[in-house]
């Protein structure tokens, strides 16, 4: 809406001033990257509107009005070394870009207000952010990270363990409904108790693993608890499994009650039948993680693999830990498991 091309009167003026104006403030960048690292959080949750806070703290002169002011809002890419335009504004001239165009405006609470409106918020989106805002002399870059809550969950496909290159893995966390964990993600998930001795790739285009109990196999069962890691890998030539991150969807994922034992395409066309869709891997790590979702049944899931989700350990029900319980990629013919099913909220 506010970044409509009517808005844009005179296009070759604005990029030659803009040109300037990126100039200037890669000097003010290096300038203040280090004095204003200042920290901020944000929380979303996946597709609600959000606010990333930015204002320019007037040390100088007077206010020139929001005419006057000059914004940028860029994203840095995972790997931090690229940054990522999302909104310019000045004066009337706002333009926005990519996967943020008709997502994004300014805020303009007031005169020194450079907040950003961010909507439907994406997995994609998480990460961190940067405003630049100049005015007359005052200048401010504030960085802000954008958070979702959220489940991390191995994955390794039907080939097994360590087939991905880092595009696969890309591709087969988007297949889960998910994308590729950042390094923050899987160290959250360290903190809150998670323990894999398989490397994976992360976002960051690292290979990593997270160890809660040191032991032999996993970095030497005298290494210090904490995420295992290989660095960055060669993204094409190296395989491994893949950390993936995903949120809550709205909806409920639930085990189809049924008489029989179902072969996989009997189980997809089942939870047709109830008015669902067969589940995907990472419906079922966030019933489990964030809705404490317990059920000792082996279940068909949408890739083609059979788990169930144990949230109070008990006997014959991974005893000793709180999981997702991975049976394996059977052949799709057997005819031994249930399934779960997903219902999306309309
Ligand atoms: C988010 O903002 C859009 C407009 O940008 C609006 O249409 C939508 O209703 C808002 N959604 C929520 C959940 O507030």
Redesign the pocket.
């Known amino acids: 809406p506010k970044d409509e091309p009517d808005l844009w009167r005179s296009t070759i003026f604005f990029s030659e001033v803009l040109a300037d104006f990126f100039r200037f403030s890669h000097d003010v960048k290096q300038r203040h990257r280090t004095e204003l690292g200042d920290q901020n959080r944000v929380f979303a949750s996946r597709?609600?509107?959000i606010t990333l806070p930015c204002r320019l703290h007037r040390q100088h002169g007077m206010s020139f009005g929001s005419l006057g002011m000059r914004i940028k809002w860029t994203k840095l890419s995972a790997d931090e070394s690229l940054e990522e335009d999302v909104l310019v504004s000045m004066g009337f001239h706002k333009k926005s870009y990519g996967s943020f165009q008709g997502?994004v405006h300014l805020l303009e609470a007031d005169d020194d207000d450079a907040s950003l409106v961010l909507?439907?918020v994406s997995l994609d989106d998480v990460g961190k952010f940067h405003c630049e805002v100049i005015d007359g002399i005052d200048d401010v870059i504030h960085e802000v990270t954008l958070e979702v809550q959220g489940v991390v969950f191995p994955y390794s496909p039907r080939l097994g363990r360590y087939n991905l290159n880092f595009h696969d893995a890309e591709q087969a966390c988007l297949d889960q409904d998910s994308v590729v964990a950042s390094f923050d993600q899987l160290y959250e998930a360290w903190r809150s108790g998670m323990d894999w001795c398989n490397a994976g790739w992360l976002n960051d285009g690292s290979v990593q693993y997270p160890i809660t109990k040191p032991r032999g196999p996993c970095g030497g069962a005298n290494a210090r608890a904490g995420l295992r890691n290989y660095g960055q890998r060669e993204k094409s030539k190296s395989h491994y499994d893949v950390f993936c991150f995903t949120s809550g969807l709205k909806g409920r994922l639930y085990w189809l009650v049924q008489p029989n034992k179902l072969m996989f395409a009997e189980a997809v066309q089942a939870c047709q039948d109830d008015g669902a869709e067969i589940a995907n891997v990472a419906q079922m790590y966030a019933a489990w993680k964030l809705n404490g979702y317990d059920r000792c049944d082996s279940g068909w899931l949408a890739d083609g693999s059979v788990r169930y989700p144990i949230s109070r350990p008990r006997r014959n029900c991974s005893p000793t830990e709180a999981a997702v319980r991975f049976v394996g990629f059977p052949d799709k013919k057997q005819k031994l498991f249930g399934v779960y099913c997903f219902k999306g909220q309309q």
Do not use: F
Request: no cysteine.
């Open positions: 597709g609600s509107n997502r909507s439907d």
